[in-house]
């Protein structure tokens, strides 16, 4: 598998960030005034998550669900991690 060089990864950043997504971007405001409890800005989160966020906390919708499968896993089994 050939590494893609600097260009090539700029350009598809690029791609990324003016991508299109169905005209769904919305501000959090405008979504806390029409009542959604879900908003989407094209914005990656501070783990490169580019999902929905909620409009109660502006949390990552990814990230939230990594966080209730983590606190699930330890609840279950006791343990922090799965090599503990």
């Known amino acids: 598998m050939p590494v893609p060089t600097y260009d090539e ?3 598809a950043l690029q791609i990324i960030e003016a991508g299109d997504f ?3 971007r919305i501000t959090r405001a405008a979504a806390k005034l029409r009542g ?3 908003y989407f800005t094209g914005q990656p989160c501070i783990n490169g998550h580019v999902d929905d ?3 109660s ?3 990552c919708m990814t990230c939230v669900k990594l966080k209730a499968r983590r606190y699930s ?3 279950r089994t006791g343990r922090k991690r799965l090599n503990d």
């Open 36 to 38: 959604l409890k879900t």
């Open 57 to 59: 906390n502006g949390n």
């Open 53 to 55: 966020r909620a409009v």
């Open 73 to 75: 896993y330890k609840k």
């Open 22 to 24: 169905g005209g769904r």
């Open 9 to 11: 990864l700029k350009k």
